[in-house]
């Protein structure tokens, strides 16, 4: 089964979300206000000049002053931004992880939409749309050749507004059209499964406002089932998000010491962040899948388990995304993003342009089943003596249907499982 990136539905906000006081800051930068190049200054005022007597067609001096900002902040470095209206509001529904839409996590394939899972209680589930859809058409606009921003902007609408599908999939040879009605769709950024009796599956999405509660709840359900003898927490293509968020994640899994701390030029983005003693999974061993994509706040996380030798970190070499954005509002609907602080990790790593190394490295691949064929065993010859005890109890076998397709968290459930058999058979001390 081929194996493809999964993008989040949100757009990927490759950065870790912090809020400082914007007073303080401005505050400090009027400081520098006396040092401002007048020559620079002059040059920008004459260039505005010429493009309003000699451009071709008429320009608004509104539209030139916000280009010149959106061109100043995108000089700066990639993650920089000038946010409009639009904008604004789209990285606090991010946040939020609340918005109008249709409550399906999307990833790009081969020019088209795939769909890698509907969410529970969603317009999308209710109509029918399954995991392995491909979306061809967006009511009569073909998907091929939009890119996948653009395929969830059109997915998403105000409340109520329809949108026909089509779908071509797996065991049917025409398309397949389902209206959906859009409605208020949350976002869970946590999900929890069990792959077998003990091991607990977590993925987490993105990083949001609440994802640090979300990840505590799922984590007391599988504990519901019983005992837990191990953990996979999933940080794959996982974007980043919220910074309070990646250190209450990293909380729920140790019980002291340092999580990240953050570096700047202004006093108040110098912050550190220590776990505290409650936690709920403190001694629960735990592998951490990364990958590529996983960036900033999966980093911090990643990071500061490894650091403190909390987990064994399996996958690829992470993004390596080591600075902090402040968003600082410019008025009730604008506000710019701005790289104000750079983090590391409890070691003092800083992961920019680096990323993160796993422990154990293993690459994403097809786990493809070899079929030894039927082998005559005792139990089948006849005349053989019988065990005299009860059948053992199968349940222990073969793994979710999850661990299946995916090789990387079949190999950590695997890696779980040598942790229990070494945990029993070291000798006592």
Same mark, same amino acid.
């Given at each position: ?197 003990? *091991?607990?599956?977590?993925?987490? =999405? ?7 509660? @979300? +990840?505590?709840?799922?984590?007391? !359900? %599988? ?120 983090? *590391?990790?409890?070691?003092?790593? =800083? ?7 796993? @422990? +154990?490295?293993?690459?994403?691949? !097809? %786990? ?62």
């Amino acid at each position: 089964m081929k194996l493809f990136s999964r993008t989040p539905l949100a757009v990927a906000l490759l950065s870790c979300t912090l809020s400082l006081p914007y007073a303080a800051m401005a505050e400090d930068m009027a400081d520098n206000q006396n040092t401002l190049p007048l020559t620079e200054l002059r040059m920008f005022a004459d260039v505005f000049d010429r493009i309003k007597q000699a451009y071709v067609e008429p320009v608004d001096d509104r539209q030139l002053l916000e280009d010149a900002i959106r061109g100043m902040l995108a000089g700066l470095d990639p993650h920089s931004a000038y946010l409009e209206p639009e904008a604004f509001e789209s990285l606090q529904v991010h946040t939020r992880g609340e918005f109008g839409g249709l409550g399906i996590e999307v990833g790009l394939e081969d020019g088209f939409i795939r769909v890698i899972a509907p969410i529970d209680d969603t317009p999308a589930q209710r109509a029918g749309v399954r995991a392995g859809d491909l979306i061809i058409k967006l009511d009569d606009t073909p998907v091929q050749g939009l890119d996948l921003n653009e395929a969830v902007d059109m997915m998403r609408g105000a409340v109520g507004t329809p949108i026909r599908l089509t779908i071509m999939r797996d065991g049917r040879d025409q398309p397949l059209e389902l209206e959906i009605l859009r409605d208020v769709i949350k976002v869970h950024s946590v999900r929890h499964e069990l792959l077998e009796t003990g *091991y607990g599956y977590l993925r987490i =999405s993105q990083f949001q406002a609440h994802t640090g509660d @979300d +990840l505590i709840s799922a984590i007391n !359900t %599988l504990q519901e089932n019983g005992p837990l003898k191990g953990l996979v927490l999933d940080l794959r293509n996982n974007p980043g998000g919220v910074l309070q968020a990646a250190v209450e994640v990293s909380n729920a899994f140790l019980d002291e010491g340092l999580i990240v701390y953050t570096e700047g030029r202004l006093p108040n983005s110098e912050l550190r962040f220590n776990a505290s003693p409650e936690t709920v999974a403190a001694d629960i061993p735990l592998i951490v899948l990364i990958n590529g994509g996983s960036a900033s706040a999966a980093e911090i996380v990643a990071g500061a388990l490894q650091d403190h030798q909390r987990a064994v970190l399996m996958g690829t070499d992470s993004f390596g995304k080591g600075s902090v954005q402040t968003v600082l509002p410019l008025g009730e609907d604008r506000a710019i993003k701005l790289t104000t602080a750079r983090y *590391y990790t409890p070691s003092g790593r =800083s992961i920019q342009a680096q990323g993160i190394r796993p @422990d +154990l490295r293993v690459d994403d691949a !097809t %786990l493809t089943p070899v079929d030894a064929g039927e082998r005559i065993k005792e139990r089948d010859l006849a005349g053989h003596l019988e065990n005299g005890t009860e059948e053992a109890d199968p349940a222990q076998g073969g793994g979710s249907e999850r661990t299946a397709r995916d090789f990387q968290l079949y190999e950590a459930l695997n890696l779980l499982k040598a942790m229990q058999v070494l945990q029993r058979t070291s000798p006592a001390t």
